[in-house]
């Protein structure tokens, strides 16, 4: 498929820029792919749609605050740093992005807190914007992320135009989060209420994790027409043998997986094995989703309505088909459903 075919007009007030009140009363878009029926209910409603013996895979990867403001050396010019990934623990080493880029170079020292306590420095170039910075801190490695992660903000999508607040620390975060890793939350997850786990617990749904920690690759732009030819960031994922055994004892019993989020999607899939089964995997994915492809294990999807030219409205559309997850979008914009982290879920059966 070209990319041009994710082009669509979204307006922008139909972007979410607060989270909504209550975790579960966001509106909710139910996408049936057999008869192309699409119904308008509230979030809570999913357990209406699913029975005991199904299950729900989510993302158990934890956001940890990645922003982090500076300054440079001599010249004390202000600096943002984006942490993307920590490279070596016992060196301190930390995958970073940069703002202004090209005044940011090899052996510069960069100052972080009101009192510079945290310093780094820059060891090599990665990409444009990228470079590896090794923190210079005498504390073991638990202090220093403590310390560090004390100075970070929450890195929010760029289509959030505001500074973060206190209350994003909680609210762009699942409930369930885990594993530190992910500078990306897994929006999806962000509609499950403590109460609604617990009422699908009581009707027989089962609940199972898997680890996917999203980075910054998933709102990198895709410049290239043909899909074929764009690839991937990786990210580091785990599936367990206990999250194995579970699906595929869902599967054998002909009862339902359901995906919660793209991450998830991209996660069962890079760990499918035969007969729609799927297999433990722990390393690194950077499978890219676009339509046709044929999902063997998934059978329903939750997840959030997505930016034009958007990785995640590929895999969305690969997975509900293309033409009528795009009539969906043409609805929710009439109907004015909430878009992006913060907006409003779609499930598609």
Known sequence: MKLSQ????????????????????????????????????VFKDIINYFVDGDIFV???????????????????????????????????LWDVL??????????????FGDDDSMVAEVIDNTTSRGRTLRFLYDGDHDEFKEALFKL????LPEYIKREPEEEDAERYQTIYADKEGAVVAPAAGLHFSRELLKRMEIKGIHQAFL?????????????????????????????????????????????RVCAVGTSVL??????????GHMKTYSGWTNKFIFPPYDFTVTD?????????????????????????????YDEAISEKYRFGAYGDAMLIL
């Open 98 to 111: 940069v703002e202004p880029a090209r005044k940011i170079r090899i052996g510069n020292k960069l100052y």
């Open 266 to 275: 991209r996660g069962i899939a890079s760990a499918v094995s035969m007969g």
């Open 152 to 155: 970070g903000q929450t890195l």
């Open 58 to 92: 989510f993302n158990d990867t934890k956001v940890f605050p990645a922003r982090l403001y500076g300054n440079k050396e001599k010249t004390g010019a202000k600096i943002e740093v984006s942490l993307l990934r920590e490279l070596n623990a016992e060196n301190k």
């Open 211 to 255: 680890t996917v920690h999203s980075g910054l690759g998933n709102f990198r732009e895709i410049d290239v027409e043909d899909l074929t030819k764009h690839r991937m960031d990786s990210e580091q994922m785990e599936v367990s043998q206990a999250l194995v055994d579970m699906v595929n004892g869902v599967k054998d019993n002909d009862h």
């Open 6 to 41: 994710f082009k669509f007009k979204l307006p922008e007030e139909l972007i979410a820029q607060h989270a909504s009140e209550q975790r579960d009363e966001a509106r909710m878009m139910v996408v049936h792919r057999a008869s192309g029926e699409i119904e308008h209910r």
């Open 300 to 328: 329903a999807l939750v997840t959030n309505f997505h930016m034009p030219y958007s990785i995640m409205l590929m895999m969305t559309t690969a997975f509900g088909g293309y033409d009528l997850v795009m009539k969906a």
